[in-house]
């Protein structure tokens, strides 16, 4: 517009398809590219064709929550398995410290968790709206029920410990009422800790509802090895019942991966290839085989040594729920930009694809 | 009251993008800011918060000599594509507030003073419709028009097109329309024209259906989307078999091996 003299001149030109094939290159080379925007092989431009769908630009819209979602799911799942731990170990009656600093843990994760969430909202003002409907055909609202029950009863738990602690009432008083609500705390608690895997996986981002049946597992188990992590680097690390916890969580968690491993499917190339598959990669090790290991060798007699395995395979486990929910939550949203999986999963002509790839 | 629809018919569309113009300004959308995509003509990329019709740029290969055209020059196919509002929409049901609804018209409404921007229809929409404007922090797709509805006006898109390209009006008159439109296609000679209508996919048809020529996935139009409550069996049954699983180890750990 500025030089009136280059604008005829380009329009008194003979625009060739030559010149327009350049006018488009250099509007790829200077475009501020849709973000997301698939690149084509050997640098031609996209072209909107049947196999890449219109010019291999996402059909789906990638998941927009921040950090603290995935920190969301790691905080509640601790929480929730926390909550089952504490009401199972006071039942038990062997091991009362145990029991107490599950239900701080769980009490810690249920002011935490909300917070969380409410803030990665578009408007955290509005965050009861969730509680003005309650919709058992949406994990979202089904979950926040859960975690608004989970909330309510681990505070309410830790209040009523308090109280009998300090006033000595002896047992009448909350005979009834504090075991009815550790009960309810521990069955949130298990909704909490797995409910995330249903959250993700019924959508339609392609790598996770291609493992809802998977991923509930797969967030439970982490749940309960973060969980069991946690109390052991809070001092309960010669627990017996803690270690058995952790190898099983463990097993769990290999499991899952080797399952992930196995399958070869181009829906799930998000958590075998790029950052994603990093994390979830790096996120299933510290949590499975690598505790695992370490577990085993610490064996089952108390000393220095075994103390110290356990305390490593402990961090090891919290950092690798860490990873595990930013892994999957990175997989998503890298599986919404392959929108040829979407349009083939779509057709139902994974198979197909799955041979092309694989 | 009728289920209202689009019928946006490609093989009508110039091209001409009034639809999209019409949109914002009858919804004052926000600006989506100056971006070369280097997608053909096609600027506005994809639907989202702040575009609600889209022009999609298709570039064929012409048949040689029709039109005068040389095989090395690009044939242009446009289509506006626009929020399905399904029978069975992902969005509604996964929305948490109860902020996304159904209206007596058939469409599917976001209503702006319940949403709470928790993002979940984002990952809910098998056609990558609905977003989170980031500034505002509430999702927002196509209204359907529901206040010029209401008013008994045609949407302004459909308003708009200054070749009804867009027809709006009571859904089973326009698939009739849509068909007798394809049978008038064929007796032209037109062979690919097809109706994208995903009736039998578990999201039971869309009030927001296309004439589209080739395969409806160069428009990044799945022919079998998905709602993702189908998910929703196998995920409760997993978590329930896994909280199960925690339950019975913990207390196996805890009241089993007694040392």
């Known amino acids: 517009m500025n030089n009136p003299q280059s604008d005829t001149q380009l329009l008194r030109g003979r625009i060739s398809e030559e010149r327009l094939m350049e006018i488009r290159r250099e509007a790829e080379s200077r475009a501020q590219h849709f973000p997301g925007a698939a690149s084509t092989s050997a640098g031609l431009p996209a072209r909107a064709d049947a196999e890449s769908g219109y010019y291999a630009l996402p059909l789906l819209k990638p998941p927009r929550w921040k950090w603290q979602v995935p920190a969301y799911f790691f905080t509640g799942g601790a929480a929730g398995a926390s909550a089952v731990i504490a009401a199972i170990a006071r039942v038990s009656a062997k091991d009362p410290g145990l029991a107490r600093d599950a239900q701080r843990l769980a009490t810690a994760g249920a002011f935490v968790s909300p917070i969380l969430l409410s803030s990665d909202l578009g408007r955290p003002a509005r965050f009861l709206n969730m509680l003005r409907v309650f919709k058992p055909q949406s994990p979202m609202s089904v979950g926040a029920w859960i975690l608004a029950g989970f909330s309510a009863s681990s505070t309410a738990v830790s209040v009523l410990d308090l109280r009998s602690h300090h006033s000595r009432l002896g047992s009448d008083g909350h005979s009834i009422l504090q075991p009815t609500t550790q009960v309810f705390a521990a069955l949130m608690g298990l909704g909490l800790s797995t409910y995330t895997g249903v959250l993700i996986g019924a959508t339609a981002v392609p790598v996770w509802y291609e493992n809802v049946g998977l991923l509930p597992y797969h967030f439970g188990a982490s749940a309960l090895g973060s969980a069991v992590g946690l109390l052991e680097l809070a001092g309960h690390h010669s627990s017996d019942a803690l270690g058995l916890l952790g190898i099983g969580a463990a097993c769990a968690e290999t499991v899952a991966e080797a399952r992930t491993e196995i399958k070869s499917d181009r829906a799930l190339k998000p958590l075998k290839s790029g950052k994603s598959g990093w994390l979830t990669r790096l996120g299933s090790i510290l949590s499975g085989p690598v505790p695992l290991v370490l577990r085993l060798l610490a064996g089952r007699r108390s000393s220095a040594r075994s103390d110290n395995l356990r305390r490593i395979a402990a961090a090891s486990c919290v950092a690798g729920a860490v990873l595990t929910r930013a892994g999957w939550i990175a997989a998503g949203s890298a599986s919404t930009k392959d929108a040829a999986v979407s349009l083939t999963l779509a057709n139902g002509r994974s198979k197909q694809s799955t041979q092309i790839v694989a | ?259």
Request: net charge negative.
């Open chain 2, 1 to 259: 009251m009728s289920t209202t629809a689009f019928l946006t018919d490609s093989t009508l569309c110039i091209g001409c993008k009034a639809c999209e113009v019409a949109c914002k300004e009858w919804n004052q959308i926000p600006d989506d800011g100056l971006m070369w995509s280097g997608k053909s003509y096609d600027n506005t990329v994809a639907l989202g918060a702040s575009t609600w019709r889209h022009v999609k740029f298709v570039e064929n290969t012409p048949i040689p000599g029709l039109g005068g055209n040389s095989p090395q020059s690009a044939a242009w196919s446009f289509s506006s594509d626009v929020c399905k509002h399904c029978e069975e929409a992902g969005c509604l049901e996964a929305c948490p507030t109860g902020a996304i609804v159904r209206t007596e018209f058939g469409g599917v409404f976001i209503q702006p003073d319940v949403c709470n921007g928790c993002a979940y229809c984002v990952v809910a929409c098998p056609f990558g419709v609905v977003d989170r404007n980031e500034r505002d922090g509430r999702a927002f797709k196509c209204t359907f028009c529901y206040d010029r509805q209401h008013a008994a006006l045609e949407p302004a898109c459909a308003k708009a097109c200054p070749t009804k390209s867009i027809q709006f009006g009571e859904l089973e008159s326009l698939r009739r329309a849509a068909h007798q439109r394809l049978n008038e296609l064929e007796a032209r000679g037109v062979q690919d024209a097809h109706l994208y209508d995903p009736r039998e996919s578990s999201v039971k048809g869309t009030h927001s259906i296309f004439i589209v020529r080739g395969d409806p996935a160069v428009y990044n139009l799945p022919s079998a989307p998905d709602v993702p409550t189908v998910h929703l069996r196998r995920g409760w049954t997993a978590a329930a078999v896994a909280a199960g699983m925690l339950l019975t180890g913990t207390a196996l750990a805890f009241l089993g091996g007694q040392r």
